[in-house]
T-cell receptor, first 115, second 111 residues
Framework: KAGVTQTPRYLIKTRGQQVTLSCSPI?????VSWYQQTPGQGLQFLFE???????NKGNFPGRFSGRQFSNSRSEMNVSTLELGDSALYLC??????????????FGPGTRLTVL | TQLLEQSPQFLSIQEGENLTVYCNSS?????LQWYRQEPGEGPVLLVT?????EVKKLKRLTFQFGDARKDSSLHITAAQPGDTGLYLC???????????FGTGTRLQVTL
């Protein structure tokens, strides 16, 4: 079974630009969660989608948004990029809503650098 | 606000040594998970503990959930270079289906 895939793996943008990251979950998984990982703040939850609906959202500004398609693939968008948005963005998929009963499988992440 | 504090932050030991990583919180969690993350990869789930006082063993790794479900520990016996990585604990409060991750412990095991 193929794992979670994320594209692109690396991205360099400049301040003020916007970016779209893509995540393809494991086949059959309906839940996709997004996390931001930085050296200073660690791994922080962005949002979770299940069956095309956002179910949970972390404490991030509205510049961070996402969506999920009918095939469970998900995208996240960051508008008006700031230097502090430089991070590893991780996507995780699970069969159901991400609780302790449902193992989350993480992708390798997209490394975003904002100059 | 970081709810889960891990200690130590960094650990460099030699092959064969034992070590313990701690994950502490003032909050009660319905479950707690431990992950290991290697460079260039996403975290991989090692174990989930659910019951207060629960102990789980995974080969040379022993995980314990505190009686009050506020803390957990990971003990590695006879560490090997393959154990090198970033160890993360993550708690599930059960009220919202998302995980709160700890600050992380970076372990390096040398020959």
């Amino acid at each position: 079974k193929a794992g979670v895939t994320q594209t692109p793996r690396y991205l360099i943008k400049t301040r003020g630009q916007q970016v779209t990251l893509s995540c393809s979950p494991i086949s059959g998984h309906r839940s996709v969660s997004w996390y931001q990982q930085t050296p200073g703040q660690g791994l922080q939850f962005l949002f979770e989608y299940f069956s095309e609906t956002q179910r949970n959202k972390g404490n991030f500004p509205g510049r961070f948004s996402g969506r999920q398609f009918s095939n469970s693939r998900s995208e996240m968008n960051v508008s008006t990029l700031e230097l502090g948005d430089s991070a590893l963005y991780l996507c995780a998929s699970s069969f159901g809503l991400a609780t302790y009963t449902d193992t989350q499988y993480f992708g390798p992440g997209t490394r975003l650098t904002v100059l | 606000t970081q709810l889960l504090e891990q200690s130590p932050q960094f650990l460099s030991i030699q092959e064969g040594e034992n070590l313990t990583v701690y994950c502490n919180s003032s909050s009660v969690f319905s479950s707690l998970q431990w992950y290991r993350q290697e460079p260039g990869e996403g975290p991989v789930l090692l174990v989930t503990v659910v019951t207060g006082g629960e102990v789980k063993k995974l080969k040379r790794l022993t995980f314990q959930f505190g009686d009050a479900r506020k803390d957990s520990s990971l003990h590695i016996t006879a560490a090997q270079p393959g154990d090198t990585g970033l160890y993360l604990c993550a708690g599930d409060t059960g009220t919202a289906s998302k995980l709160t991750f700890g600050t992380g412990t970076r372990l390096q095991v040398t020959l």
